[in-house]
């Protein structure tokens, strides 16, 4: 999952989004901006152009919705509780409508691309859906629920990657940001949403990657992370003229260099890998760059080959072993993390220790763990049957858990005695005395707040102790 928190999940991924107090980079209306997402990391840097379109438009936005003018949810369908939580969220909304009857409702993402009109049968309180590839009609879309009418702009796109949207980063800790670098997917893993919901596979143009990253660099980030469905098949033919020079395609081993060059002190980070496109010239190439951060996150799902045709995976366990051995040997010292389903369709108990053991093989740094939700229009859907009982595939899931704790423990423990460069990222949850970041292999360090240090500064952190999701330490010169 392309998340930048790492504990070992279970529940849904989904989780709230509130607009920090903005003022409008246009000419002011007064109007205010509410939006709240849910889902990937895809999602909540949507949210962030959406913030950057509107915020064009004179608005501003506000961390309440009770007074908020316009209150968007981008929303998530990746599994049917995700869906679920908007719903209920919906609901919470309806009283600050009743009170406020010219507030304008919308439900942007996922959700508003999978139900299209049928959301406004559904929810009355929407005022308007708007699929992730029509944000820039937004100001319009608002404009015709301003005079009363409801609105729907659920058009995908072969082009649209918002190359040109500088985003408004919202819930920023001005140290880390998200960088969009392509949109959709175009690989119909039997069980997946995504591409219905996210349209096809479309690369954006790498020099407003680079200049994104630049920017981001000159205002006092240090860390983006490039962000897409599937990183490794990142693509950009340039359309220069007939027969000009610099017509070379840039694939994602290219485009993660220029990134990396634009300056050491800038952390890169990417999400998410996909088992059957990432290239040795991609571990190669995170080799030769320190700041290219060595972690990957290669989603499995499954570790049994029949179950893998059956996802449509297209790797087999042969396959991602190897995958897995390459990682090892170039870059030794590389955190990996995964994705795994439990229960999908047919799936027997052996097939689910096959999941079992491949966790062994590679020992996970952490993990997000789901049971299979069908999600209606799906290949899975429509060719095989959801026959695993619940309990079933709650009872696999709770091993998988449990194995993978062991595993998040077990890494853990081999960065105690050890120096980890940690990129202070702010203040730890529990207590302001101490500091939080990440190590290269993005696991969470907490440690002693030292005045010499300021959040968005690199220490050398030895780790002394571990609980299975942190690394406890101290600042060492
Ligand atoms: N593009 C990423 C994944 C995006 S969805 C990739 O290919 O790895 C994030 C994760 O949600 C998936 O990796 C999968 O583990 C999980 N997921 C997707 N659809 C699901 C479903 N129908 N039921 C349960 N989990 C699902
Ligand atoms: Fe879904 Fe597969 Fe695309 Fe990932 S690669 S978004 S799991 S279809
Ligand atoms: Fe992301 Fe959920 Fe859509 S995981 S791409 S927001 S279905």
């Known amino acids: 999952m392309l998340e930048l928190t790492h504990t070992t999940k279970t529940q849904d991924e989904s989780r709230q989004g509130e607009a920090l107090d903005m003022v409008p980079t246009g000419d002011s209306t007064g109007r205010k901006l509410y939006i ?64 406020n009857p010219g507030m304008v409702v919308g439900v942007l993402g996922c959700m508003a691309e999978r139900l299209k009109s049928k959301f406004l049968e559904e929810e009355k309180l929407v005022d308007v859906v708007v699929g992730p590839d029509a944000y820039r009609d937004l100001p319009n879309l608002i404009e015709q629920a301003d005079d009363g009418g409801r609105a729907v702009n659920v058009l995908l796109s072969r082009e649209e990657t918002y190359a040109d949207i500088n985003p408004v980063r919202l819930n920023s800790n001005g140290i880390s940001a998200f960088i969009s670098i392509m949109r959709g997917c175009d690989n119909m893993c039997s069980f997946c949403v995504v591409p219905f919901t996210r349209g096809r596979e479309r690369s954006r143009d790498p ?6 990253a630049q920017d981001l660099y000159d205002a006092g980030y240090k860390e983006v992370t490039l962000l897409g469905q599937n990183v490794d098949s990142y693509k950009f033919k340039p359309q220069g003229e007939e027969g000009a020079l610099n017509q070379e395609t840039v694939n994602f081993a290219q485009l993660l260099e220029m990134v990396a060059q634009v300056n050491p002190e800038l952390r890169v980070r990417f999400s998410t890998s996909h088992p059957k496109d990432i290239t040795d010239e ?196």
């Open 36 to 99: 709240e997402s849910y889902g990937c990391q895809m999602n909540f840097s949507d949210s962030e152009i959406v913030a950057s379109i509107l915020m064009e438009k004179g608005f501003e936005t506000t961390r309440d919705y009770k007074e908020a003018d316009v209150v968007f949810i981008n929303t998530c369908s990746i599994r049917e509780n995700a869906e679920q939580r908007v719903r209920n969220r919906l609901k919470e909304f309806e009283s600050a409508k009743a009170k």
């Open 282 to 477: 991609v571990l190669y190439t995170m080799s030769r760059h320190e700041n290219i951060c060595k972690y990957i996150h290669l989603p499995v799902q499954s570790g049994n080959s029949r179950v893998l045709e059956l996802m449509n995976r297209t790797y087999d366990r042969e396959w991602y072993k190897e995958r897995v051995d390459a990682i090892r040997r170039i870059i030794p010292e590389c955190g990996i993390s995964t994705d795994v389903i439990t229960g999908f369709c047919s799936e027997t108990e052996e097939e689910h220790q096959d999941t079992l053991s491949m966790m062994e093989y590679v020992k996970y740094d952490f993990a997000y763990m789901f049971a299979y939700s069908e999600r209606p229009g799906t290949l899975a859907a429509k060719r095989y049957q959801d026959d695993v009982p619940e309990e079933v595939k709650k009872r696999r899931l709770t091993e998988v858990v449990n194995l993978q704790r062991s595993h998040s423990l077990y890494r853990i423990e081999q960065f105690v005695g050890k120096v980890h460069k940690v990129l202070i990222e702010g203040f730890s949850k529990r207590s302001d005395q101490d500091y939080c970041g990440r190590n290269d292999q993005n696991t969470m360090v907490v440690f002693p707040v030292d005045e010499r240090y300021k959040v968005g500064d690199y220490v050398n952190v030895l780790g002394e102790s571990c609980t299975s999701a942190t690394l406890i330490g101290r600042i060492i010169d």
């Open 207 to 212: 020099e407003s990657i680079v200049k994104e």
